[in-house]
């Protein structure tokens, strides 16, 4: 009997996948042309024009926090900016201001502290009267694999940032952004979907505000828009490696960044950021820029098994003496592919101090 059940459990389950199956291959095309059809509309008739509106970014010190600053104050919104590098940060407000953006507010704060997002979410308020966009964006990068990490517990910080740097201030926000049926704009990453060797604490973190924002756009429907966007290879500070080591310290190690990365091209910035605006102002759910990598993420779907053959090739097989000696940083040292992969700016390994 044991045996009999078992044998037919197998077969519902096999009947299970190809219903699945046919399903999806009868749905996909129609769901296609309505994600077309809406995409087209969108910016065509629905397109948020945030001139005049207030937009609060933080970890805009820099990096993408830096080039949405400045895409944001081309469309002439005002600008609340959050880092902890105050004079980093002020550079980037008259930056901004000199785009465009008729108000910038600069608020030195720690994303990872509830203290600090109360906060700069009540000076915001107080200083503009609203809040229309809240952009999260403050991130720190971990790289090293877990069993060579001596404590984990030193990358409670990571955490602190990656998940709860987007937690607190969306909690105080809402309440203002539901009196303008605002939209909160989440910087995740591609490792929220494609997991990458030697990532691990970041993997997590990523993941981990995936799903927040996931569950938190079914939450506030109606009231809230909810966008994330996620970035692949975009230059900034992380991609110039800026990063937690295994020891836990904070230090910018090019050697350990070309071990992961290898020869993934970075995209430029304002690239991103532009992207990254016209998909939020146009009500996108999710934005991915670049938009080849929505192709990794259906890779990982559909063939999960040669997504971790490639990224176990690229990022943790050793052609060398040195953890850093992978086949992915070997192929970046092939003739010009340095060049090709990354902009000037991720070539050296000079970062802002303040």
């Not at 999710?286 to 259906?298: C, M, S, T």
């Amino acid at each position: 009997m044991a045996a009999t059940a078992q044998l037919a459990g197998r077969l519902a389950g096999a009947a299970l996948r190809v219903a699945l199956a046919a399903a999806l291959a009868l749905l996909l095309p129609a769901y296609r042309v309505y994600r077309l059809t809406a995409s087209l509309l969108g910016a065509l008739l629905h397109e948020d024009d945030v001139a005049g509106k207030v937009v609060l970014i933080t970890g805009a010190s820099s990096g993408i926090g830096e080039h949405l600053a400045y895409e944001y104050a081309r469309r002439g919104a005002y600008l609340a900016l959050v880092a902890r590098r105050e004079e980093s940060l002020r550079e980037v407000g008259d930056a901004a201001a000199a785009l465009g953006s008729p108000g910038v507010l600069v608020t030195p704060a720690d994303v990872s502290s509830p203290d600090d997002c109360r906060k700069f979410v009540d000076d915001t308020i107080r200083y503009f009267g609203r809040l229309d966009h809240l952009v999260n964006n403050a991130a720190i990068w971990q790289v090293g694999k877990f069993e060579e990490v001596t404590d984990v517990n030193h990358f409670r910080k990571l955490m602190d940032i990656n998940f709860w740097g987007h937690v607190y201030p969306t909690r105080y926000a809402i309440p203002h952004l539901k009196k303008t049926h605002g939209r909160i704009v989440g910087v995740t990453s591609n490792s929220s979907y494609i997991f990458i060797p030697r990532n691990t604490f970041y993997n997590a973190s990523k993941a981990a505000v995936l799903n927040f924002y996931d569950t938190l756009r079914m939450e506030l429907a109606g009231d809230v828009a909810v966008t994330e966007v996620v970035p692949g290879v975009v230059e900034s500070e992380i991609t110039k490696g800026k990063m937690l080591t295994k020891d836990g310290a904070m230090a910018v190690d090019q050697a350990e960044r070309d071990a992961i990365l290898g020869t993934a091209p970075a995209e430029r910035a304002g690239d991103f950021a532009r992207a990254a605006v016209r998909g939020a102002c146009r009500g996108q759910r999710h934005v991915f820029e670049p938009r080849w990598y929505r192709a990794a993420y259906l890779l990982r779907v559909c063939l999960p098994e040669a997504l971790e053959w490639s990224a176990r090739l690229l990022a943790v097989r050793r052609v060398g003496p040195a953890t850093t000696d992978t086949v992915g940083r070997w192929l970046l040292g092939l003739p010009g592919q340095r060049w090709l992969a990354q902009p000037a700016s991720l070539r050296s390994p000079e970062i802002k101090a303040r």
